[in-house]
């Protein structure tokens, strides 16, 4: 019984070391602070000085783009995701950056879907809004009605009160 | 009866042979989802730590260990399920886990949560609540056969004269003036 209970506690204690290292020489480790931005994030405030023509995609599903999404974004939602597509294809191009966001911080849709874009289609410059959606709309940037979705854009999503 | 024990030669009969070869195979294939699991999870700990926290269940920092440690502790343990004397505590932890992923699961799902698994890595597909914890149950179903079988493992019936001792790895075997029947 003795000796169970010490194997136990063993294997629980034996993942700290290689976490430990891990944690100190993978390349992808994420920051220790939640604002800090990790690789291939980009601030909302950022984005608005954006000088690079970008893509905005809205990664939520089609009813949440349905009621309200950041002005010219482009619906891609990994359940649709092969009919979709063919809409970022038909305004994309090598130079234009993707900026993608889905619902918060916590959601990973936006994070997943940049990284399908970067291994499946080679996209580079592809990159994810930190704090997504909710980072938006408790900004005070005004929602607007999309016309044209992918439309060129250099960091001009329609704003009112920024400070 | 000669499918459990050969009453002739004492060498356990093809049922018993077949229920060994199958939890052998059982043990082999658990073994290596797990590790599989955690690999892809400790290459990519940025990805595996959005995938924690889209289920919103603890607060970021929290998150950012067990990103780390969780993987690890997959592999380890995947690994002690090879070895006969880690076997009853590396099934005993994973099958905590499972237990864990399918609580959280459940949870995320009653809450409307569109959540990314991250059970094998990332997922672009939309979550399919059911079959994630389908899979997630067959997995634990598997772990607490092995764990059973472990547990269990010589508490049988000894045949006559045969003495049944205790060995280090926590298994009891039978045992005659000839040596130690295989099992």
Known sequence: MMKSILTFILLLALPVIPAALNAWLNPNVPPWNPMQL???????????????????????????????HMPD??????????????????????ERSIVIYCDSRQCGASEELAQRLRQDFQMENVFVLKGGWE????????????TRPGAQRTGSLPTLNIE | MSGMINSKTKQ??????????????????????FVYAGIIKLIQPDTFLSDIESYRMMPYSLAWLVAFYLPPLEIICGLGLLLPQLRKASACI???LMIAFIIAIAVAWGRGLNIACGCFGSSTEATNYPWLIVRDLLMAGGLAF???????RGVRQAPKGHKRTRHGDGGIRSKTTAGVIPR
Do not use: C
């Open chain 1, 73 to 94: 974004a482009i619906n891609l939602y990994a359940g649709e995701f092969n009919t979709q597509i063919m809409n970022l294809l038909d305004v994309w191009s090598p």
């Open chain 1, 38 to 68: 990790a690789g291939g994030e980009v601030a909302l405030a950022d984005l608005l000085e954006w000088a690079d023509d970008y893509i905005l995609i809205d990664a939520r599903s089609p009813e949440s783009y349905q009621v309200e």
């Open chain 1, 135 to 146: 980072s938006y709309r408790t900004s005070n940037i005004v929602p607007s009605e999309t």
């Open chain 2, 12 to 33: 356990p009969g093809w049922i018993m042979r077949g229920a060994l070869q199958a939890k052998t195979l059982l043990v082999v294939i658990l073994a290596g989802l």
């Open chain 2, 94 to 96: 994973l099958l905590l």
């Open chain 2, 146 to 152: 092995v764990l059973h079988a472990t547990l269990t």
